[in-house]
């Protein structure tokens, strides 16, 4: 099959209905705060909260909804996750115009509405085979990272825009619109059935067969194991990046913000180059710069400890955001090609939750270094990390893939056997 053939119309649909909700999302996400602090007076105890609130749901409910999304046809999951999120985005927008919003309620929204982006953000994935051709895998995955390159550029930048120029408010009849749009797509989208299980197995014997699965293949081990590892690592550098950007590099704000910026048009670049480079490299290679980038980035961020340029601090990001882009969509690809359709949505949400599960761990084990030792050795740690993912990613067979696998997947019934070679 050509790869110039138009991809199918369910899948632009879906694409498209990803990338409003992504945008969404990463409006909601900077207006939140700001409409907190500006709005209601809260301090950084409140505005951390927050993020927990809207973090929390990945860790407890990813794994149930991948279960949900395994069992249950995947249009209705991705409607009413779409739809939730639209009522909590709506319903913070009445509050702001009735000038009643709370920031316990702030809170509650937050955690709602992050309650639907989960179950999203598991669907989406799981969703993508079943519309998709197999060899269209990894030009439909960078259609999907594409877009989410796009919103986490355009997103927090519009959602501090407009809190800024006209409230806070503003900003979420904005959120709420795009997010309305996306459920509107959605509702086109002709996705298959999947054939109800006569005798359900029990809910906690299906988490484990999924996490069994991903556990003991010898493809998708390495690639949770690699992510887990460079989230920790990532979240040693973000912890601390602000404080040594300004107070070491002699960054303004107005820089860091840049530097931010230069990570998303790394990914965006990625997500552009992705279909040149799959045509020219083999699919194993395309997944190790992920790896590399990560690793590149992090030494080159240690230099700044030496000579400490702004200059430096940009190519560092752009490193860290071109990498992980290339990883998402050849490894996505992967793992839908491997997986029998029936665990999907489980083996999808281990990958969320071995990603967000390590982010607090990366933060923590950065406040544990700076407070022994100072920032400097938080740096250095994280690039001793991102080594290591690197080394797990090369010690295992996932640079020797060549192309995804042309046979459909085992069946569900074999997911106990042995990984097939």
Request: charged share 10%; aromatic share 6%; net charge positive.
């Amino acid at each position: 099959m050509s790869r110039r053939t138009a991809l199918p119309a369910a899948f632009t649909r879906l694409s498209s209905a990803s990338a409003l909700t992504l945008t969404a999302e990463q409006l909601a996400l900077a207006a939140a705060p700001l409409a907190a602090v500006v709005v209601l007076g809260a301090g950084a105890t409140e505005t951390a909260l927050l993020q927990v609130a809207q973090t929390l749901p990945f860790l407890l409910l990813a794994m149930p909804f991948g279960l949900l999304v395994d069992r249950h046809s995947p249009r209705p999951f991705l409607l009413g996750a779409e739809a939730l999120r639209t009522a909590t985005l709506l319903s913070v927008v009445a509050l702001l115009l009735l000038d009643a919003l709370t920031f316990p309620a702030l809170l509650a929204l937050g955690l709602i509405g992050a309650i639907g982006t989960v179950a999203f953000s598991v669907a989406v994935p799981a969703t993508v085979p079943a519309v998709v051709e197999r060899e269209r895998l990894v030009d439909a995955n960078r259609w999907i990272e594409l877009g989410r390159s796009t919103a986490y550029i355009a997103g927090p930048a519009l959602g501090g825009a407009l809190v800024s120029l006209a409230g806070a408010s503003t900003a979420f009849i904005v959120a709420t619109v795009v997010c309305a749009a996306a459920v509107v797509l959605l509702t086109g989208v002709a996705l298959p059935d999947r054939p109800a299980a006569t005798h359900p197995e029990p809910a906690l014997r299906s988490l484990g067969e999924g996490l069994r699965f991903a556990l003991q293949h010898d493809l998708l081990r390495p690639m949770i194991l690699t992510s887990m590892i460079f989230n920790v690592g990532w979240f040693l550098v973000q912890a601390v990046f602000v404080v040594h950007a300004i107070d070491r590099v002699g960054m303004t704000p107005a820089t860091v913000g840049i530097a931010l910026g230069v990570s998303g048009a790394g990914g965006l670049l990625s997500a552009f180059a992705a279909r040149w480079l799959s045509d020219r490299l083999p699919l194993g290679v395309l997944m190790i710069v992920g790896p590399i980038c990560g690793l590149l980035a992090a030494v080159v961020l240690v230099a700044t400890l030496w000579i400490p340029s702004s200059v430096i601090v940009f190519a560092s990001f752009f490193l860290f955001g071109f990498g992980p882009v290339l990883w998402a969509i050849s490894t996505t690809s992967l793992r839908q090609a491997v997986t029998p359709l029936p665990l999907l949505g489980r083996v999808s949400s281990l990958m969320i939750v071995s990603t967000y599960g390590a982010r607090p761990l990366g933060a923590g084990l950065a406040a544990v270094i700076s407070a022994l030792a100072g920032l400097d050795w938080c740096l250095v740690a994280a690039a001793v990390v991102f080594a290591a993912q690197l080394v797990v990613a090369l010690a295992s067979r996932l640079p020797r893939v060549r192309r995804l696998p042309e046979q459909d997947p085992r069946p569900a019934s074999a997911a106990e056997a042995s990984p097939a070679r």
